[in-house]
C-alpha cells in the first residue's frame, strides 16, 4: 500500500496510563478506558506492551482490552515463549515484537532480526497461523528489513526515536541523517512487500515529516499525547496530531 494522500492510520499506544495508575496500586486512571475514549475520538487502533516485568500493561488490561475494544488491538511484547502463550491465548489483531532490557526506561533500539532470525521466525511463524498481523519494530536498517521480509513478518515498524530525539536535542544535520535513513528504509520494506508503520517519540514537532513518507501506513503514538492530554484531555491532544498527519498527507 503505498498511497501518499491516504489517510494514515493513527494508533494510540496507552501504556503510560497504565503507568501513572501502577505508581499508586491503585485501579485508576484506567487505561482501558483510556483506550476507549481514544476509539471515540477516532484512533484507527490500540496498542498496548505487555513487559515481562509488568510495569504498565497488565495481564487483566489485556484480557478487557480484548474483550471490549472495537478498533485492534496491538499488542505489544519481546519475544519469548511467556509472551507468544498470551498472544495465542487472544489471538489479537496485530503482534508488535519488540526487543526489551528490564532496566529500560522505553524500548531502546530495534529488534535484532539479522542475527536471530531463526530464533525470531519461531516466533513470527504460529503468530502468523493464528491469524495475528505480525510486525517487528526496527531501526532503519537494510540489514534489519531484509531480515524481516525474510522471516516472513507481514509489517516493520520503524523505530523514530533516534530522530526525534536528534530533533529535540537541535541536532538538525544528524536529524535530517537520520530522516533520510529512515525514508530509505520505508521504501526498502515496501519494495520487499512489507507493510511500514512508525513510532516512538513522536511529538507534534517531529510528526510531520514522518507522516509524510508515502509508504507508511500507520503511525503508533503514546507518551507524548498521553501527557498532553492531561492538560487538554486526550480527544483534544489527537484532534492536534490528526490534523498534522492530515496536512503531512495532503
Ligand atoms: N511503537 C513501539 C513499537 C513502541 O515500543 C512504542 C513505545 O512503547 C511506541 C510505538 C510509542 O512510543 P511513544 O510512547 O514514545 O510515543
Redesign the pocket.
Known amino acids: 500500500m503505498n498511497n501518499p494522500t491516504g489517510k494514515l492510520r493513527l494508533g494510540i ?1 496507552i ?1 503510560h496510563v497504565a503507568t501513572v495508575r501502577n505508581a499508586r496500586g491503585s485501579a485508576y486512571p484506567d487505561p482501558v478506558r483510556a483506550a476507549k475514549l481514544a476509539e471515540e475520538a477516532g484512533a484507527d487502533g490500540i ?1 498496548a ?1 505487555l513487559r515481562e516485568d509488568r510495569r504498565h500493561i497488565l495481564d487483566d488490561d489485556i484480557e478487557r482490552l480484548v474483550a471490549e475494544l472495537k478498533t485492534p488491538l496491538n499488542f ?1 511484547c519481546a519475544a519469548t515463549d511467556e509472551m507468544l502463550a498470551i498472544a495465542l491465548r487472544h489471538k489479537p489483531h496485530a503482534v ?1 515484537l ?1 526487543p526489551e532490557k528490564r532496566e529500560e526506561l ?2 531502546e533500539g530495534g529488534l535484532e532480526v539479522a542475527r536471530q532470525d531463526n530464533k525470531l521466525a519461531e516466533y513470527v511463524a504460529p503468530l502468523r497461523d493464528a491469524g495475528c498481523r505480525v510486525s517487528l ?1 526496527i531501526a532503519a536498517d537494510p540489514k534489519q528489513i531484509e531480515a524481516s521480509a525474510r522471516i516472513g513478518a507481514a509489517v516493520v ?1 520503524l523505530h523514530t526515536g533516534a530522530y526525534c530525539d536528534l530533533h529535540a536535542a537541535g541536532r538538525f544535520d544528524e536529524r535530517d541523517a537520520e530522516l533520510e535513513r529512515l525514508q530509505k528504509g520505508a521504501a526498502l520494506a515496501h519494495s520487499l512487500g512489507l507493510e511500514v508503520h512508525a ?4 511529538t507534534y514537532d517531529t510528526v510531520k515529516p514522518i507522516a509524510a513518507m508515502p509508504e507508511v501506513v500507520e503511525l ?5 499525547l498521553i501527557g498532553e492530554a492531561i492538560f487538554r484531555g486526550l480527544p483534544d491532544a489527537m484532534s492536534d496530531m490528526r490534523r498534522l498527519m492530515d496536512e503531512a498527507r495532503g
Open positions: 499506544n501504556d496498542t506492551h505489544e508488535c519488540v522505553t524500548t519494530f515498524e513510532g516512538h517519540g513522536i503508533n503514538i503514546g507518551h507524548f
